[in-house]
């Protein structure tokens, strides 16, 4: 017999870790009275989040999820309750998935987008609370990233179209914004944005 | 290894049988090039002759018409390769039908050929995976050269009418291709009851070594080289022979042919009792394919759980030893789930929460008992993880 070949797991330790001993479930039957909660993705993609967060003196005191997902989905929404509990409501709200990936070793590339979901959520229960307590909200709008440089397209100004329903297809997108319409370097980029936001929010 | 290991993924690959590894082995001495004329080569040319009339004898085909390849992927690609050539010389007949639900060496091909600018058409399955004989009649006409139905579905494990669809494709002067590679060892398959003018297998589905298997031309049906470059498999397939690997395709033909209606039963009898007992055991499921054992290739047992997702089942069966497969698009590295089971109607949720649990010769009852212990807590926790309604 040959030397034996050893296999890795599919994901790093943490992620097993976190797949195997989820942190912050939010168990059936628990008496948790969630502040806010945010529920992003559908059972059609695969993947669907719902978090739940305590808030107190503007930190989140505590967090519980649910996940429809696959096991990245799973550690990275285990993770990111862990990091999330004890943050300031603008803290919790800059929160990004490259942060989480990187508490979880990495994740391969084509896992990455299992990893976003957990922040959406995450920032869709701070609006709910801030909304339900009729607090302002000064973070809406602050995460945006440029896409289209020419036209000043962010990701978030194609995530808010896509969650409305406005906008379903490239062309749509482009009749709505401009994007894409003077250099063109960006449509590359503009299509994967397009792509993971119809991919969570639903066709 | 201390691992307690369940291999429950034999549509996807089997384990070699210690039979065909020993037969083998036993032959180590056969390494001359089989197209040598001395005496070392022409000893491997014998070998590699005897194997090529187990595999005739296996699918009940003329010796000749046996044509050993890398495996069902080359053999598949080899000819629609021959029909695409025959496109670009200018025939008539240029249009291609499969069934939407083919493996994909075969589906990723045509995809590929329809990007080029060649006329292919999918034609559309029932609810349990069924090519619709009257969609595939509707599809015709006399502009078809071939037909290419998969004889058993490696996802849902439904059997096809390859024998209809043949004689379909054959009165509009069509040729009929059946990509026979999961069907092999598990049902009997004769290209002449079928009436198939090619048909493609690999090894490694019936216990036989990677990287070998064989398409069936049928005695003056189109035949052009896919790799060119020498004369062997009277200049269609270039490339020098893989002596053992032949012989262990040879070897594992031979058991499939002997064992082939016990093998039959002591797979579907393993399959219903996992099944009953999954039905009995864990609330809320849905068997994809036919329940039919005329329908039913006898391994294959595709379920879903609804409320649960299919990676995250995948990876905590691993967990305990249990190997399996799903039609979950994270499994898949794409966002979209199985396209055969969504070819078949199902649910998207459903095909995202499905998984195949194969059965092979190496199986037993034990395993069955151990899914049945292990399983029902993992889907109870899967779904306790899951959005539930509130």
Not at chain 2, 16 to 44: I, K
Request: aromatic fraction near 6%; charged fraction near 25%.
């Amino acid at each position: 017999m040959a030397e034996s070949f050893m296999a890795q797991w599919v994901y790093t330790d943490t992620v097993k870790d976190h797949f195997i001993n989820p942190r912050n479930l939010w168990k059936e039957g628990e008496d948790f009275k969630a502040d806010g909660v945010g529920e992003v993705g559908s059972l059609a993609c695969g993947d669907q989040m719902r978090v739940g967060i305590k808030v107190k003196d503007g930190r989140i005191s505590d967090l519980r999820w649910l996940t429809y997902g696959c096991a990245s989905a799973i550690a990275s929404t285990s993770m990111m309750s862990e990091m999330a509990i004890g943050m300031t409501l603008e803290e919790a709200y800059h929160l990004t998935p490259s942060m989480i990936t990187d508490a979880l070793g990495g994740l391969p590339e084509h896992k990455f987008h299992c990893s976003v979901l957990g922040d959406k959520a995450l920032r869709a229960a701070i609006d709910d609370y801030l909304e339900k307590n009729n607090l302002p909200n000064p973070y809406k709008g602050t995460t945006a990233k440029i896409i289209c440089e020419c036209k000043g397209v962010t990701d978030q100004m194609i995530e808010e179209l896509v969650k409305n329903g406005k906008v379903s297809t490239f062309d749509e997108l482009q009749k709505e914004t401009g994007c894409c319409t003077a250099c063109g370097k960006c449509r590359d980029r503009i299509l994967e944005e397009l792509n993971e936001c119809l991919h969570i929010y639903g066709k | 290894m201390d691992r307690k290991t369940v291999y429950l993924d034999n549509n996807g690959t089997t384990r070699m049988a210690d039979e065909v590894a020993a037969f083998m082995h036993a032959n180590d001495d056969l390494y001359g090039n089989a197209s040598s004329m001395h005496t070392l080569g022409r000893q491997a040319a014998a070998g590699i002759e005897w194997a090529r009339g187990e595999v005739a004898e296996l699918i009940d085909a003329d010796k000749g018409d046996i044509y050993f390849t890398s495996g069902a992927s080359e053999s598949n690609n080899t000819v629609l390769n021959i029909f695409r050539d025959r496109a670009d010389d200018g025939d008539k007949r240029s249009r291609i039908i499969i069934s939407s639900v083919e493996h994909p060496a075969t589906i990723e091909t045509v995809k590929y050929l329809k990007k080029k600018g060649y006329s292919i058409d999918l034609c559309p399955v029932d609810e349990i995976g069924r090519l619709r004989l009257d969609e595939l009649e509707r599809l015709m006409g006399d502009d078809v050269s071939l037909v290419s139905v998969m004889t058993g579905n490696n996802e849902s494990g439904t059997i096809q009418p390859v024998k209809e669809a043949a004689e379909i494709a054959h009165r509009y002067g069509a040729y009929f291709h059946t990509d026979a590679t999961q069907a092999i060892g598990k049902i009997p398959v004769s290209v002449k009851d079928i009436g198939a003018d090619y048909l493609s297998l690999s090894a490694h589905k019936f216990y036989g070594p990677k990287g070998i298997g064989v398409l069936y031309a049928k005695h003056g049906v189109p035949l052009s080289p896919f790799v060119h470059g020498g004369h062997q498999e009277k200049g269609v397939r270039a490339g020098t022979y893989s002596n053992q690997a032949i012989l262990g395709l040879g070897k594992a033909a031979e058991l499939a042919r002997l064992g082939l209606a016990e093998e039959h039963d002591r797979l579907w009898a393993m399959r219903e009792a996992l099944r009953k007992g999954i039905e009995e055991r864990i609330p809320d499921v849905v068997v994809n394919g036919s329940n039919d054992e005329a329908l039913c290739l006898p391994g294959t047992l595709n379920i879903s759980f609804p409320s649960a997702e299919g990676e995250s089942i995948l990876l905590y069966l691993d967990l305990e030893g249990i190997e399996v497969s799903t039609g979950s698009a994270c499994a898949t590295g794409s966002l979209e789930p199985s396209y055969v089971l969504l070819a078949a109607g199902l649910d998207v949720e459903l095909a995202h929460g499905s998984i195949r649990f194969s059965f092979g010769r190496y199986n037993t009852m034990d395993d069955v008992d151990y899914v049945l212990e292990k399983l029902p807590p993992i889907i109870e926790r899967v779904r306790a993880m899951s959005t539930r309604k509130v």
